[in-house]
């Protein structure tokens, strides 16, 4: 029988294309699913420590690559600079309205206080079991001009940021309104997407809760439908903004 398909030299070398890599690099191997929780606990130290050595370079290139993509960088160096950042964006866009997700970083850095002050209105959006309040909180975040979220990773490979599923996250911060803000932590940077992949497979050997999706933004909403033209924010933000925090 005739082989339709495309041969497999030939969509390895497609693949090695789009990773810009060359059939003299081997694709680095992160494990695989028949592995064991410590043997992947031991990948993931290493990981870690890999990522610690290079955590300038890899600031460098998430930032280089994360423009690429559309997203515009900023490099706040304490508190107030990421206030004045984020206060430059409501005036341009004339919205004081903002929601937030849930996440570790609005405590570690005490951004709520900081824009109140600035006279800018925050609602937290917390997922929830009780219809009512999902109602109410999916109106906020419509109504709301800016979303502002944190990043569990951000792929230095392909300017991505990641968002994870859980409890008091909607990831509809990150989607309706149209401006979004990614707060990203140095120490959240991976280099690739295998390390993404080598993370949550270690997450689901220990039994974390996966979820049901992985939300993986890379800059602004595109869309080609209409007569093959890039048109910006039809299905998402127009526009995306990333603060890198020490």
Same mark, same amino acid.
């Given at each position: 029988?005739?082989?339709?398909?495309?041969?497999?030299?030939?969509?390895?070398?497609?693949?090695?294309?789009?990773?810009?890599? &060359?059939?003299?690099?081997?694709?680095?191997?992160?494990? &695989?699913?028949?592995?064991?929780?410590?043997?992947?606990?031991?990948?993931?130290?290493?990981?870690?420590?890999?990522?610690?050595?290079?955590?300038?370079?890899?600031?460098?290139?998430?930032?280089?690559?994360?423009?690429?993509?559309?997203?515009?960088?900023?490099?706040?160096?304490?508190?107030?600079?990421?206030?004045?950042?984020?206060?430059? +964006?409501?005036?341009?866009?004339?919205?004081?309205?903002?929601?937030?997700?849930?996440?570790?970083?609005?405590?570690?850095?005490?951004?709520?206080?900081?824009?109140? &002050?600035?006279?800018?209105?925050?609602?937290?959006?917390?997922?929830?079991? %009780?219809?009512?309040?999902? +109602?109410?909180?999916?109106?906020?975040?419509?109504?709301?001009?800016?979303?502002?979220?944190?990043?569990?990773?951000?792929?230095?490979?392909?300017?991505?940021?990641?968002?994870?599923?859980?409890?008091?996250?909607?990831?509809?911060?990150?989607?309706?309104?149209?401006?979004?803000?990614?707060?990203?932590?140095?120490?959240?940077?991976?280099?690739?997407?295998?390390?993404?992949?080598?993370?949550?497979?270690?997450?689901?050997?220990?039994?974390?809760?996966?979820?049901?999706?992985?939300?993986?933004?890379?800059?602004?909403?595109?869309?080609?439908?209409?007569?093959?033209?890039?048109?910006?924010?039809?299905?998402?933000?127009?526009?995306?903004?990333? %603060?890198?925090?020490?």
């Amino acid at each position: 029988m005739k082989n339709l398909g495309t041969p497999k030299d030939i969509f390895l070398e497609s693949i090695r294309d789009c990773l810009g890599k &060359n059939e003299g690099q081997p694709v680095i191997q992160r494990g &695989n699913l028949s592995q064991s929780t410590w043997e992947l606990q031991q990948l993931s130290e290493d990981l870690r420590l890999s990522l610690n050595k290079d955590i300038d370079g890899l600031t460098t290139k998430l930032s280089a690559t994360a423009e690429a993509r559309g997203w515009n960088v900023h490099h706040p160096v304490n508190m107030e600079g990421i206030l004045d950042v984020i206060s430059e +964006i409501t005036k341009k866009w004339g919205s004081t309205d903002i929601t937030r997700t849930d996440q570790e970083v609005f405590y570690e850095y005490s951004i709520d206080s900081g824009l109140s &002050n600035l006279g800018c209105k925050i609602t937290t959006i917390a997922r929830t079991d %009780l219809q009512e309040d999902r +109602i109410r909180l999916r109106e906020d975040i419509i109504s709301s001009g800016i979303g502002i979220t944190g990043a569990d990773y951000a792929v230095a490979e392909t300017g991505s940021v990641v968002i994870l599923p859980r409890k008091g996250l909607s990831r509809l911060v990150s989607v309706v309104p149209p401006v979004h803000i990614a707060l990203v932590r140095k120490q959240d940077i991976l280099r690739s997407l295998d390390d993404v992949f080598l993370l949550r497979r270690l997450d689901y050997h220990l039994g974390n809760d996966m979820g049901s999706y992985l939300n993986f933004i890379t800059g602004p909403s595109r869309t080609a439908d209409i007569e093959q033209t890039i048109v910006i924010g039809v299905h998402g933000p127009k526009e995306v903004h990333m %603060l890198l925090l020490d």
